[in-house]
């Protein structure tokens, strides 16, 4: 039982523990701690500063120079030196677990990950875990760093990833975004690629996707252009509009601003305040107003003025008087009033006609 337990990982509190053998080892700033331990001193404390082990930011290389007095360039020959003592290393059966570790949450994510994206998997909120995985990084042999380009946001990938494959999903996937005027769900998006010639399967085509500086998923899990405004909404109007439309009725001014921070359109840190949703929609033709602080969009039939311009609207289309549950049926389809406002505006400002039809006068 003792020997089956050491060959297990366990996770507890975010804190993988990596087994082998007799050796063990809590997460990569613990297996960090235990290779460090043949570093001299001056090395260990430099790892340390560089990746913010102590729970600190991590130093650029720079303040690290002044420091100890020496230069950037001996800074990194330094850390060099570091990352080959432990490349040295790579047999030892806390290396090997975790580089598969590292190498599994790459190969999971279609062999090609984000770096936001691989540190939340494997670091998650634990600045000191990022800064271990960062240093490991540098170590393992079979992923590589991938700088950013035009096309793609700065990711890690396994070492045979074939970019020739992720291009041409990626043209396919550019060219279905900018045919398309409004953000596409997954299923639309997929079934589109597929008719296109998409030759790989829907978990690797959203897998690539997610490394993309050009198609971009927003909160509510559709995908466009990155800069669509459907997809990056800049300022409190397209914010609104998307929170709106993604609802799919009227929304109360306030609720709009609590939805717009709920699903992250807004900067970290910042909140929405309700009074400066109300003012930008309200001066906008997109927003219709149709209730007490309730904002529908103009493109859903919805229609600004008073209930008693609504009405006259409504009784207008028609060549032969209404009965009055037609025209409130009528209001109701373009705003959201109470059922008697419209009544009481019905009988003070339209004439009536027998015993229930009513007409303008």
């Known amino acids: 039982m003792a020997n089956a337990k050491s060959k297990t990982s366990a996770t507890r509190k975010g804190t ?18 235990s290779f460090s331990e043949s570093f001299i001193p001056r090395t260990n404390d430099i790892v340390q500063a560089r990746f913010g082990l102590s729970g600190s930011k991590p130093k650029t290389l720079e303040e690290i120079g002044k420091t100890y007095g020496i230069t950037r360039e001996r800074v990194r020959q330094i850390l060099a030196g570091a990352f080959t003592a432990v490349k040295q290393r790579r047999e030892d059966p806390i290396f090997v677990a975790l580089s598969e570790r590292i190498e599994t949450a790459v190969k999971e994510r279609s062999g090609i990950v984000s770096v936001d994206d691989l540190f939340k998997a494997l670091a998650s909120d634990s600045k000191t875990e990022a800064g271990a995985l960062s240093f490991f990084l540098e170590c393992v042999k079979n ?61 690797t085509f959203f897998g690539y996707l997610a490394v993309s500086s050009l198609i971009r998923r927003n909160p509510f899990g559709r995908w466009g252009l990155t800069e669509s405004s459907e997809i990056t ?57 149709v209730g007490r602080g309730l904002y529908a969009l103009s493109e859903w039939g919805f229609e600004k003025g008073t209930v008693r311009e609504v009405i006259d609207a409504v009784l207008r289309k028609e060549t032969v008087p209404m009965s009055r549950e037609e025209v409130i049926a009528e209001v109701f389809r373009v705003r959201t009033v109470k059922r008697s406002t419209i009544v009481i505006n019905l009988n003070a400002f339209f004439g009536k006609v027998g015993k229930d039809r009513y007409t303008v006068k």
């Open 143 to 203: 992923v590589k760093d991938e700088r950013e380009t035009k096309d793609r946001v700065r990711s890690y990938s396994i070492a045979s990833f074939s970019f020739e494959s992720w291009e041409a999903v990626h043209d396919i996937a550019v060219a279905i975004a900018k045919e398309t005027e409004n953000a596409l769900s997954e299923d639309e998006f997929f079934m589109k690629a597929k008719k296109k010639g998409l030759s790989v399967d829907r978990d």
């Open 16 to 33: 993988q523990t990596v087994s082998s053998g007799h050796s063990e080892t809590k997460s990569f700033s613990g297996a960090l701690k």
């Open 233 to 289: 909404p800049r300022g409190t109007r397209e914010k609104a509009y998307l929170v709106l439309k993604m609802h799919g009725s009227p929304m109360h001014f306030k609720d709009i601003a609590k939805r717009i921070d709920q699903t992250g359109l807004q900067k970290r840190g910042r909140s929405t305040h309700p009074q400066t949703v109300h003012n930008e929609l309200i001066k906008d033709n997109k927003f219709v107003l």
